[in-house]
């Protein structure tokens, strides 16, 4: 069975960075892509940044500039370099192992809280 496990969440400070590091049971290169997502309270779930197996990037507009999704295919794992931090960043980021790029039809994490305190 494929596992999705996220990491790296937490508390920081208005303007903080932190690193979010998903990681897989299988070689990431089986999919299509893997993508951040996140989930605010009261919120539909969104999309963050993507990556394909190729490497071809997507961003959401609000994080353009502050994030930066990676993939490192040895270790079977991707990662969200948060930079600039605000507070409406603030939600459970959940990373998506997907069939195919631009589907979220894959597997899921089971998320990470970031909390980001003004």
């Known amino acids: 069975q494929v596992q999705v496990v996220e990491s790296g969440g937490g508390l920081v400070q208005f303007g903080g960075s932190l690193r979010l590091s998903c990681s897989a049971s299988v070689n990431i290169l089986i999919f299509g892509a893997m993508g951040w997502y996140r989930q605010a309270p009261g919120k539909d779930r969104e999309l963050v940044a993507v990556?394909?197996?190729?490497?071809?990037?997507n961003y959401a507009d609000s994080v353009k500039g502050r994030f930066t999704i990676s993939r490192d295919n040895a270790k079977n794992t991707v990662y969200l370099q948060m930079n600039s931090l605000k507070p409406e960043d603030t939600a459970v980021y959940y990373c998506?192992?997907?069939?195919?790029?631009?589907?979220?039809?894959?597997?899921w994490g089971q998320g990470t809280q970031v909390t980001v305190s003004s």
């Open positions: 990556i394909a197996s190729g490497g071809m990037t």
């Open positions: 998506n192992a997907q069939f195919a790029y631009g589907s979220t039809r894959g597997y």
